[in-house]
């Protein structure tokens, strides 16, 4: 038999396995995983390796945060993700103040659709207002938000018993909480009482948002999603106390699972201390934090403390951070990561000995697709998506704007090189990056409607 598409003579690499084989493709699905097999497309992908298409379950597209909104917009961000290895990302519905939620989902829908060049979810925000609409949770899930974003922080967060209302009809769907977990109390009183002082340099950024009480914070998470009974997913992890209490409550058997991001695993807090607009571009939330809460993320992933790696990309431009430079507190939150997150990982966590090749793979590819209930991602199996990327362990790239495509005039990660880069990414069968040239287009990206069983 002759496949549409046969990927030749890689090392697959999955999350629990390393071996030589071919993988058959017919139409968007893998069809075979062998020896020997025959296409009428044919990639060589020897001396490379094989792996699932990298999943990324939080980011931000064309996200509005105060008066600016975020860089890259459905199209350049998806084909950036692309180009580095990624074939499936979730990002956020808003609802507005009076609209439903099932419509704010068709609304999102209608930026994205006609822009993406991979598949994408939805995670359903639940803000103030929307606990005044928890009725409408089950129409949001079964119209494909399998999981809820909850914030603790910013003018979205929710106080204690709205969290827990949010929880107990979230699990009445089996459906996912995913939560932005900081002590927005102590955190305002921080800013304020640094500000008055005259400390309004980035520099007070980490120091108003300390490591303590984002485990406290975490701490409370897990006990409310006990106390209702249901799963909770920890976005953006960046310090071990935070580690710590997934560690423990995974350790008591409690459904609790933590992702960190890669400017959590490469930088560290001096970043802030950088002159002018230089220490304003990595502001974001929590805040990057110092080598020793940097060694304990490493230490997490590697122990599977921590189950995921995303990269909460939320580019705003330059001069947009620029606005801040004069009251930390203004800074709009958010970095580029998108494009470089599984090779930075692979450079830094399994070059470096770190993680194995498949913990790699499970942090980057097969867990958050797993988690975020995509049903026919992540995984090299036949009847899965023929999602999938050949990774050269050996090229080499200096991340810079010039080599990265993400639509922004900055990146956190300027001069670092990485050895081990994508060369070709498939997406449901299709090559839209072919030895490093996108050949995707604007629209071929699909919503993928996400379920628990
Ligand atoms: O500062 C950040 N992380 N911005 C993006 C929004 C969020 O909190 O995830
Ligand atoms: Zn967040
Ligand atoms: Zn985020």
Redo the contacts with the bound molecule.
Sequence with gaps: MSFDLVIKDGTLVTATSTYQADIGIEGESIAAVGQNLAGDEEVDAAGKLVIPGAVDI?V?MQMP?GDFISADDFFTGTKAAALGGTTSIVDFVEPGAQQNMVDALNERRALADARVVIDYGLHMTIGPQEIAKLDQVPAAYDAGCGSFKLYM??GLRLEDGQLLRAFEAIREVNGLPVV?AENWDVISTLMARNLAAGNISPHWHPRSRPALFEGEAVSRVVKLASYAGTRAHI??VTCDDAVQEIADARRRGLPISGETCPQYLLLTQDVYDAPGVEGALP???PPIRSQEEQDALWRALGDGSLQVVTT?H?PFSSSEKRTGLHDFSKIP??VPSVESRLAAIYTFGVRRGRLTANQWVAACCTTPAELAGFARKGKILAGYDADLVIFDPEKGITLSTQTLHENVDWTPYDQIELRGWPETTISRGKIIVEEGEFRGQAGQGRFVARRFA
Excluded: L, Q
Aim: net charge negative; hydrophobic share 25%; with cysteine.
């Design positions: 939080h931000h945060i922080a910013y932005h976005f953006h502001v974001c939330s909460d939320c939150g958010g």
